[in-house]
């Protein structure tokens, strides 16, 4: 929503210098989060600088709020050190195929220290569900080395949300061998496909229904046994 609201306004980005954008959900004095987020595109020097803030309501059929700063204005330090550790994960990957979306939360989500840089693998392509590649990738609070960078599949996996005619399946099954229960990617898949979906472990089969996990056999598929 960010992007499609900021070409609006700049049809060539390429051109503006950009060099990337973080999303952050916003938060009042108290730090209760605010029913928003703040998508802020920053420059491609050293350091980089704040040139497009687009506010985002979360409220359905509300209008995003655009703002330009020329010349750019200055980021702080806390902002600067998530772009820096989104640009360290970004470096981190091997060669990908995928678009990639980094998603940016703090360590303590996962129980670790640092900055974790979800670099969710995207598509073009209309109605399909996309399993994989993605990564997980701890940075270290200050530093440009990572302290991990995890395959959260072993391969590129994209799956249709749509059967013959068009119409709607009832879920999606995949096989996951990197570990043996669901992650949160499959979450985020049934989320967002809004379907369940089935995942066949070592352990078993389990069902992931929006933020519902339950193991459902504790038989795994048999191309796992």
């Known amino acids: 929503m960010g992007t499609d609201e900021l070409m609006k306004h700049v049809p060539d980005p390429r051109k503006a210098g950009l060099g990337g954008y973080i999303p952050v959900r916003e938060a009042d004095d108290t730090l209760q989060p605010k029913d928003s987020f703040m998508v802020t595109f920053f420059t491609s020097e050293e350091p980089p600088r704040i040139a497009y803030e687009i506010r985002i309501p979360l409220r359905l059929h509300s209008t995003p709020e655009f703002e330009g700063f020329d010349p750019p204005k200055d980021a702080t330090q806390s902002f600067l050190t998530l772009v820096r550790a989104r640009q360290a994960a970004i470096a981190a990957l091997p060669p990908v195929s995928q678009p990639m979306n980094p998603v940016l939360l703090p360590g303590s989500a996962n129980g670790e220290e640092g900055i974790l840089v979800y670099m969710l693998a995207g598509t073009t392509k209309p109605n399909v569900a996309v ?6 990738v701890l940075m270290p609070d200050q530093g ?7 395959p959260l599949s072993r391969s590129v996996l994209e799956m249709s949300t749509r059967g013959p005619k068009g119409s709607r399946p009832e879920g999606l099954m995949v096989t996951h061998l990197v570990s043996d229960w669901p992650l949160e990617t499959h979450v985020f898949v049934s989320l967002l496909s809004h ?19 339950a193991l459902i056999s504790e038989r795994p598929p048999k191309v796992l046994q």
Do not use: A
Request: no cysteine.
């Open 195 to 213: 379907l369940p979906v089935y995942v066949g472990t070592r352990v078993g089969v389990w069902r992931v229904s929006g933020d519902k996990i």
């Open 144 to 150: 440009t080395t990572p302290t991990y960078v995890m």
């Open 131 to 136: 399993f994989g590649r993605h990564f997980r």
